[in-house]
Structures are given as structure tokens and as C-alpha cells.
């Protein structure tokens, strides 16, 4: 058996030996609302971390891309969420991949990456950041704890969901979400290759 003290390896080798075993990891399609209006990215370090209230998490990594670098800040998800203290967390179908792949690139502040990915906003009943109705299932939450973790700096998003949306088609009568039906999209580690 392969073992290794952390503290020896590389961030690069520590993110693959870690993000390569907990998988699969359902991805988060997050809107938040900036002074110039909503933006919306990915996550794969998400998942449920309390019932009562429910509660779920995301974790948001530093940032890359054209924008990255000493200096660089948060990630406007990130610095929306710290403003507003509201967001809403979607579950990505396969339907939808295009779209959330549109909503990852690395644009300027301020630009609307929902109109970009042609998604269909609607308000919410809860929060200000609006929901994407072409999404399943919507989360709409308040934030109830964010930190900054690790040496180079995830922030770990904590929101209670104030209000929850569901596709018809998902539910039986006694609440059970089909899984099947949902579709939703996950994160895997690559091979390497």
C-alpha cells in the first residue's frame, strides 16, 4: 500500500490524490449577485453538510486563470457571496454541461455569465441572486459560515437552504428525489494520461 505524509508532496499531488478519491463529487452551478448583476460558476467541492437546517457547502479554490496571481483577490463568487450574504446553488444535468462549461471561463467581473450560457433567470422567493429555472433542482440560500482554509486559500461556503426547488418529474409522492432522473452531472479525477 502507497502512503505519504502530505506535508512532503506538492499542492498539484496532494489535489490528485485527494480529488481522485472522493468521487464522484456532484457539481454545484452557484449564482451569486454582483453590483453589475448575477454571475454563475461551477464547483465540485460541494455536498450536504447539515438537515436541520439543511445546510450545504461549497469550496471555492484560489483563483487562475488570466486573472490569478499575488494579488488577485477572491473569486467573484466569493466576493458576492461576502457582500450579499446570499446565493443560490443549482445541480448541473447533463442537459446543462454546455452551458456550466461557458459559466467556468475565467470572465471579467461584472460580466453576466448566465446570459452567456443562455440559461433562463427567474427571481427567487428568498434571496436577490435570481435561480436558473433550466436547472432540476435550486437551492436558494442565506450564508451561515465562511471560511478561508489551507495555505493557499479555499474558501469553504456554508449556506442554509431558505428555500428549495424541485422539477416535478422528480419527486414521488412521498419526497423521494428520483436520482436517475435527475441527471446530475459529477466530477472525476483525471487519468493522468
Known amino acids: 500500500m502507497a502512503e505519504f505524509d502530505p506535508a512532503t508532496l506538492s499542492v498539484e499531488d ?49 483563483k487562475s486563470g488570466p486573472r490569478s496571481g499575488p494579488g488577485a483577490g477572491d473569486k467573484d463568487t466569493v466576493r458576492n457571496i461576502k457582500r450579499l450574504g446570499e446565493y443560490v446553488v443549482h445541480i ?25 450560457a443562455a440559461f433562463t433567470l427567474a427571481p427567487s422567493r428568498k434571496v436577490a441572486p435570481p435561480r436558473i429555472v433550466d436547472c432540476r433542482v435550486q437551492f436558494e440560500c442565506r450564508l451561515a459560515d465562511i471560511r478561508a482554509l489551507g495555505r493557499v486559500p479555499y474558501h469553504l461556503i456554508i449556506g442554509e437552504a431558505a428555500w428549495m426547488h424541485f422539477d416535478d418529474t422528480l419527486l414521488n409522492e412521498r419526497l423521494h428525489v428520483d436520482s436517475g432522473g435527475l441527471e446530475a452531472l459529477g466530477r472525476l479525477a483525471g487519468n493522468g494520461g
Do not use: W
Open 92 to 116: 448541473v444535468h447533463n442537459d446543462l454541461r454546455e452551458g456550466m462549461n461557458v459559466c467556468a471561463i475565467d470572465y471579467a467581473y461584472g460580466v453576466s455569465e448566465p446570459e452567456r
Open 14 to 62: 496532494q489535489y490528485k490524490l485527494i480529488s481522485g478519491s472522493v468521487i464522484p463529487r456532484p457539481i454545484a452551478l452557484t449564482v451569486s449577485l454582483g453590483p453589475d448583476g448575477p454571475n454563475a460558476a461551477p464547483f465540485s467541492f460541494f455536498n450536504v453538510v447539515a438537515m436541520d437546517p439543511p445546510m450545504v457547502m461549497i469550496a471555492c479554490s484560489p
